[in-house]
């Protein structure tokens, strides 16, 4: 599976962003999707994700009031709605998907992917 995440760029505080990731690649019917980040010096960390069997979506608390992950199910591809961005929020996005599985839950660690995009830099400036 290929990962095309797209969307980011320079933002002010308070300014909207949206990101995009496509999938591609071997004909895989159902995928659970993330998204991580990774700021300069730092690990990198779950910021939301979306179940394929359940439909549920969860968020991490430092972005769930502004940030939305959103999927169309048809296509498998995912988007990360940021509103209200902030500078910490500054870091590199990357798309994630594996192939999904019964579990409703929403999987939150980096090693329950095994497929990643090449990232997407979102710089807030404020």
């Known amino acids: 599976v290929q990962l095309q995440a797209s969307g980011g760029g320079l933002v002010q505080v308070g300014d909207s962003l949206r990101l995009s990731c496509a999938a591609s690649g071997p004909p895989f019917s159902a995928l659970d999707m993330a998204w991580f980040r990774q700021a300069p010096g730092k690990e990198r960390e779950f910021v939301a994700g979306?179940?394929?069997?359940?439909?549920?979506?969860y968020s991490a608390d430092s972005v769930k009031v502004r940030f939305t992950i959103s999927s169309n199910r048809a296509k498998n591809p995912v988007a990360l709605q940021m509103n209200s961005p902030k500078p910490e929020d500054t870091a590199v996005y990357y798309c994630?998907?594996?192939?999904?599985?019964?579990?409703?839950?929403?999987?939150?660690?980096?090693?329950?992917?095994?497929?990643w995009g090449q990232g997407t830099l979102v710089t807030v400036s404020s």
């Open positions: 979306i179940s394929w069997s359940s439909g549920n979506s």
């Open positions: 994630v998907a594996d192939v999904a599985d019964e579990d409703p839950w929403v999987r939150g660690r980096p090693g329950e992917y095994d497929y």
